[in-house]
Each structure stands twice: as structure tokens, then as C-alpha cells.
């Protein structure tokens, strides 16, 4: 019903992203509808599992994993409740990263198992499994070449074009 027309992983994450702001309970929408489209959501996600696509030269091949898209869901959730003044919240992949203004939550942030990034100096938090291996790719590379959505209030997500 609501990620019918949806043929990939990633159309139907920024659909989601949309549909959660605008039906989530605390923005005014009903418990009800925002069930319906998370279990849509993970339904949709099961079945493209193994769906493979190219991105230039380079083969993908998408793994659905509830618990790390739900770890990701709650995350970002919680951090967009602490309302942090002058911090951006970037999902890239599958990886956030609190860029700005974060000393005055720090505290606040290691209590949701964020982790600081000493060479590029902010915090980030990624799904409990995720390997991870040091790159000098910038954010901004990292962002055209996994996709990023910001996040800057509750109510407020934006694509970032790659």
C-alpha cells in the first residue's frame, strides 16, 4: 500500500523516512498508521533482499537485517530528541554521524553509544555489527558514495543528493 512503487532499498528508505515524519504519533499522527507502515516497511525491505544493482562499475547486493535497520530507526530517534542547538544529524549508509556545535552533548551522546572520530572531528554511531576499516574519504565523499539523508529536527529530513 504505501511502498508499492518502491523497486529499491534505497527508494523505499527515503519513503519511509517521509511517511514516519508525517504519521509518527508525536507529530500528530495515530499509533495505528505509523504500525502499519513500519511493518509495510520491513515487509517490503524482506522481500528485496538479495536484489543486486550497479553504481557505475561496482555490483551491490542488498542484505535485509531487521535489528540493524531497526538500531538505525531508534537512533536516530533518540538523538533528534535531545534537540541539540546548532548540530546537524547525517545518515550516511548506514552510519550517523552529529556534526556542529557537540560539546555541550557530550555526555549525552556517549549514553547512546556514539563514538568520537578523532580525525574528522565529530561523533558517529553505527549499527552494532558493522565492520569498520579507517578511510580518508571526507563526509562529503562518504555522502556521494553511500547516500546521506540530514536530519535536523524531528520534523525535517533531507536527501542529499550524491
Known amino acids: 500500500m504505501y511502498f508499492s512503487?518502491?523497486?529499491t532499498p534505497e527508494e523505499i528508505k527515503s519513503l519511509y523516512r517521509k511517511l514516519a515524519f508525517?504519521?509518527?504519533p508525536d507529530h500528530g499522527?495515530?499509533?495505528?498508521?505509523?504500525?502499519?507502515?513500519?511493518?509495510?516497511?520491513?515487509?517490503?525491505l524482506k522481500r528485496l533482499n538479495g536484489h543486486t544493482h550497479q553504481d557505475g562499475d561496482r555490483e551491490f547486493t542488498y542484505r535485509y537485517e531487521y535489528e540493524?535497520?531497526?538500531?538505525?530507526?531508534?537512533?536516530?530517534?533518540?538523538?533528534?530528541k535531545l534537540k541539540m542547538d546548532d548540530v546537524e544529524i547525517w545518515l550516511i549508509?548506514?552510519?550517523?554521524?552529529?556534526?556542529?556545535?557537540?560539546?555541550?552533548h557530550k555526555e549525552k551522546l556517549k549514553a547512546l553509544k556514539c563514538r568520537w572520530h578523532s580525525k574528522r572531528k565529530c561523533w558517529?554511531?553505527?549499527?552494532?555489527?558493522?565492520?569498520?576499516y579507517y578511510s580518508k574519504q571526507s563526509?562529503?565523499?562518504?555522502?556521494?558514495?553511500?547516500?546521506?539523508?540530514?536530519?535536523?529536527?524531528?520534523?525535517?529530513?533531507?536527501?542529499?543528493?550524491a
Open 5 to 7: 512503487s518502491c523497486t
Open 29 to 44: 499522527g495515530d499509533t495505528r498508521t505509523m504500525q502499519d507502515i513500519n511493518n509495510e516497511y520491513h515487509q517490503t
Open 139 to 161: 563526509l562529503g565523499s562518504l555522502a556521494a558514495r553511500y547516500g546521506a539523508t540530514r536530519f535536523e529536527s524531528e520534523s525535517d529530513s533531507k536527501p542529499v543528493p
Open 68 to 80: 540493524r535497520e531497526q538500531a538505525i530507526i531508534e537512533t536516530i530517534s533518540e538523538l533528534l
Open 22 to 24: 508525517e504519521n509518527h
Open 93 to 104: 549508509g548506514l552510519w550517523v554521524w552529529i556534526v556542529g556545535d557537540t560539546k555541550p
Open 124 to 132: 558517529y554511531w553505527k549499527p552494532y555489527a558493522d565492520r569498520t
